[in-house]
């Protein structure tokens, strides 16, 4: 008992371990979803932003998704108000979004166009996105078959008109397109786009267009470092802004905006961008300079910024833009205040820790109830061989194609690095320094020695010509900062290259004068790059030669490395399988022999004899086997003998049932010369026979016995006792019209022979049918219950002394007394046993009296058929799913009227 005992308790400590595992992980869920519903979080890899509204939209490239922010304010998270996933590829191109303006009805986005099965870029498309719930409307897609790559610049007029400019030599530099859109061009310019503006030179660089109330555009010049204002007609106004490294002067001029010039104003100030000088520079109408906002001298908390465009976001006048390089909101002032997060609130992530709470509920749940089913299920030995040789060679084959692929791509990085070396030295030591150190003024893109320097670099770096050959930028360094100076693009010279603090090598090169290299991310991707200082005669690095290349082509063959270590794995695994599949057919042929055997024997088969040749644990299974099949067919024949009996005790108790039942009356009115009575009566027993017995019949011409009874005991003996009483009763009737004077006789006949004990109530009553008396005697019954006109009444056992009206079979001289009553026409009494009122429901709540009572009571006018009917539906709904526990016996007796008077003697 003790063993069994500690079995039990190590039993429910495992059933209790397991569960207070999940519940636990449910709280930590809980917790996090409570928690971590709302976080704040840095922008990830933000590459382009607008301003439209009271929005500020952001496209992260770390989620490639548009983030709509609101609640702008320096030194707070912004509010993430949606997330929305744009320029899905289609079937031909997939897009990488580059620029965001607002447009007149909606977002504006610019994207590259790249081929899917050559990665060549093939263009450039304009949307303007007016709800984030339906398409997108096409404004203007560029498609280009050369290895041309102009650069497009994009703003409205109050017309909601379209302009775009370009930067293509030859090509006239403004374009615009009507409201609607949907312009395509491909080879030839299209008649909807009406033309503007000069002649775009050799080396001209539009950086931004701009459209004022009054219909004049402007455009920066990153080439000339100066701002050009059209009339409406595209007529040239004027040219004004100074190229210059001082404040107020222009340096890299990109983006060109309107703002107010002091809060509440109309946005009527050029407001231009000067990258190269970190500042905005704002001019009023005429051209002349107003003020200029530097904001590294206000309070900026970087090192450096990366200016955009600038506008009044907020109804107080605020302006502010975007640092994309140090992830930054920016709003200038004589304090310069920046907001680097924003606030999400994650519904989604809360309802997934939600459900994934409810989930472990759920799961500890299933542990404990389901723990000791889990515990037999059945697992082949090839499944458990499977599972604890296949993970280990599949972790083996990993680890071992893990450190060979980190070992490929270490020597891959390092071979780059050695040929980038040899490059950039046959660079260094073919480009002069003295042409670098001459390069100095923003003009000087357009001299001699800075052509001869870029062809020398382009002649030994083939981009086009060699395949994997890495591009190549001159970086111009000017007080310790980087500027984008001579590169393969041909971009103005002082063009900002901010660096920020993530990137190290950059710095190191700096401070080391040493080569450097490593990766990186920006706006436009992942790179991999190697740098190399250029100093002067006095040691100062003048400039810095990076040479870089997208990191996809390194990780391409780290890709191929991934593949070939899948490949690997896979093999591993058939191989796996296959060794469990012979080792499971090798020990499981003999068990399966057995399992065969024994299912020979399950169905019958006892003289089978199993025959295992092994000499070890699975033989000695087999003789123990073969052992139980012979005790199976002594235990089939005797249960053969067993079941032989049942069937033939089944067969008598049924007889016996429809003996019982033949007893009672089934026809109903019974006696057609008694048409003033109405009586009906049902019993349900049980079991095949039962104890409870009723019945009626005429005892003369004018008066008719009714009885009920119940004996103690269910079953045969029980049966057979009613069916004793049923003799005495009808046999002796005749002789007397005293009820009290047959039960009296019939307790004398069962008391003097009643070995087992048995006893039975019993309510009989005699019914003059000419006037409905009643002589009623009743024997320990459950009071009969009168349905009078003035309602429903019991009627109580009539006891003259302590022994007297007891149950028949008890004490042979007990003395039974009779009570008299009458019924008046449409009166109806009611015998029922104890099987209505001591029935119980699933509570284990009595049916009781006062059910009964109310179940009877109901609908007077109803017949003896439906009161009968109605309560016995009620009984079997009271213990619905319960098997009956007594035997359920009711007789409703009626007097309809008082006889008619007869013609003459019967």
């Known amino acids: 008992m003790g063993d069994f005992a500690k079995r039990f308790r190590v039993f429910l400590r495992g059933r ?28 990830g890899n933000p590459i382009a932003f607008a301003f439209r509204g009271d929005a500020l939209f952001v496209f992260d490239k770390a989620g490639n998704e548009l983030l709509e922010l609101r609640d702008f304010a320096p030194g707070r998270p912004l509010t993430l108000a949606s997330r929305h996933h744009i320029e899905k590829d289609d079937a031909r191109h997939y897009h990488m979004v580059r620029k965001l303006y607002p447009g007149p009805r909606g977002l504006v986005v610019h994207s590259y166009l790249y081929q899917h099965d050559t990665h060549r870029f093939a263009g450039y498309r304009f949307r303007e996105y007016r709800s984030f719930d339906e398409p997108p409307r096409d404004l203007l897609t560029i498609m280009l078959d050369d290895n041309t790559f102009p650069e497009i610049k994009y703003a409205f007029d109050a017309q909601g008109r379209h302009y775009f400019a370009n930067d293509i030599r030859g090509q006239i530099a403004i374009g615009r397109i009507p409201p609607e859109g949907g312009v395509v061009v491909d080879h030839a310019l299209p008649p909807t786009i009406t033309r503007f503006g000069e002649t775009n030179p050799p080396l001209c660089c539009w950086e931004s267009i701009a459209v004022a109330a009054n219909g004049n555009f402007f455009l920066a010049s990153g080439a000339a470092g100066n701002i050009r204002e059209y009339a409406p007609d595209g007529a040239l106004i004027r040219t004004f802004g100074k190229v210059g490294f001082e404040p107020g002067q222009l340096l890299a001029p990109k983006d060109l905006t309107f703002t107010p010039l002091e809060p509440g104003a109309a946005p009527d100030v050029l407001t231009v961008a000067s990258t190269g000088n970190r500042t905005w520079t704002r001019f009023d109408g005429t051209g002349r ?24 976001v907020g109804p107080g006048g605020r302006l502010a833009s975007f640092d994309l390089v140090n992830k930054a909101m920016v709003f200038p002032g004589t304090e310069t205040g920046v907001a680097t997060e924003y606030r999400e609130h994650r519904t989604l992530r809360l309802l997934k820790l939600a459900a994934l709470s409810g989930l472990c509920l759920l799961f500890a749940l299933a542990s404990w109830v389901l723990g000791p089913r889990l515990r037999r299920l059945r697992f082949p030995f090839f499944m458990k061989l499977a599972l604890l040789f296949i993970p280990i060679l599949c972790l083996t084959a990993y680890m071992v194609g893990y450190v060979v692929k980190d070992a490929f791509q270490e020597d891959l990085e390092e071979e780059h690095l050695r040929r980038s070396a040899n490059l950039a030295s046959a660079i260094i030591k073919s480009v002069p320094v003295s042409d670098l150190e001459a390069i100095q003024a923003p003009e000087d893109r357009e001299s001699q020695v800075y052509q001869r320097v870029y062809n020398t670099v382009s002649r030994l770096v083939d981009v086009q010509g060699v395949a994997g050959t890495p591009k190549w930028i001159l970086h111009k360094i000017r007080d310790g900062r980087y500027y984008f100076g001579i590169n393969i693009w041909r971009g103005p010279i002082y063009e900002p290259f901010i660096v920020p603090r993530d990137r190290p090598m950059f710095f190191n090169v700096l401070e080391t004068a040493k080569p450097d290299s490593g990766r990186f991310t920006d706006t436009q991707g992942e790179w991999f790059s190697y740098l190399a200082p250029i100093a002067d005669a006095q040691g100062k690095i003048i400039n810095v030669l990076e040479l870089y290349k997208p990191a996809e082509a390194l990780d391409r063959t780290e890709s191929k490395a991934e593949q070939g270590m899948a490949a690997t794995i896979a093999g591993f695994l058939l191989l796996s399988v296959g060794l469990a599949f012979i080792c499971s057919y090798v020990f499981s042929r003999p068990l399966n022999a057995l399992t065969q055997a024994t299912a020979l024997i399950s169905k019958g088969d006892f003289d089978h004899v199993i025959r295992v040749r092994t000499h070890d644990e699975i033989r000695d299974l087999a003789d123990a086997f073969n052992r139980m099949s012979a005790e199976l067919k002594a235990y089939m024949v005797n249960l053969a003998r067993t079941t032989a009996d049942r069937e033939r005790i089944s067969a008598e108790l049924k007889f016996a049932s429809e003996v019982q039942k033949a007893l009672l009356p089934k026809v109903f009115p019974p006696f057609p010369r008694a048409a003033n009575v109405e009586l009906f009566g049902r019993m349900d027993p049980a079991r095949e026979v039962g104890g409870d017995y009723f019945d009626f019949f005429l005892i003369d011409e004018h008066h008719m016995g009714v009885a009920i009874a119940d004996v103690s005991g269910k079953g045969v003996p029980a049966g057979l006792l009613m069916m004793r009483v049923h003799t005495m009763l009808r046999s002796g009737a005749h002789y007397s019209l005293g009820a009290a004077d047959s039960l009296a006789r019939i307790n004398r006949e069962i008391a003097q022979t009643n070995p087992a004990m048995m006893f039975v109530t019993m309510v009989y009553f005699i019914c003059d049918l000419r006037d409905g008396s009643i002589r009623l005697c009743n024997a320990g019954h459950p009071a009969p219950l009168l349905l009078r006109r003035s309602g429903a009444e019991w009627l109580p056992i009539a006891r003259s002394g302590p022994a007297t009206n007891m149950a028949l079979g008890v004490l042979e001289t007990a003395a039974y007394d009779e009570q008299a009553l009458k019924l008046l026409p449409g009166e109806s009494i009611l015998l029922y046993t104890d099987g209505f009122t001591e029935c119980v429901d699933k509570g284990s709540a009595m049916f009781g009296e006062s059910r009964l009572l109310d179940c009877v009571a109901a609908g007077p006018e109803r017949s003896n058929r439906e009161r009968c009917e109605t309560l016995f539906a009620r009984i079997a709904a009271h213990q619905a799913g319960l098997e009956p526990f007594d035997d359920a016996t009711a007789l409703f007796f009626k007097y309809l009227s008082l006889p008619a008077p007869r013609a003459g003697p019967m």
């Open 16 to 43: 209790a371990l397991a569960s207070a595992a999940f519940v636990l992980a449910a709280a930590i869920f809980a917790g996090l979803a409570l928690c971590r519903h709302c976080v704040v979080r840095p922008f």
């Open 289 to 312: 300079l107003i003020d200029t906002i530097e904001p590294l001298k206000s309070g900026y908390p970087f090192k450096d910024i990366l200016v955009g465009p600038l506008l009044d």
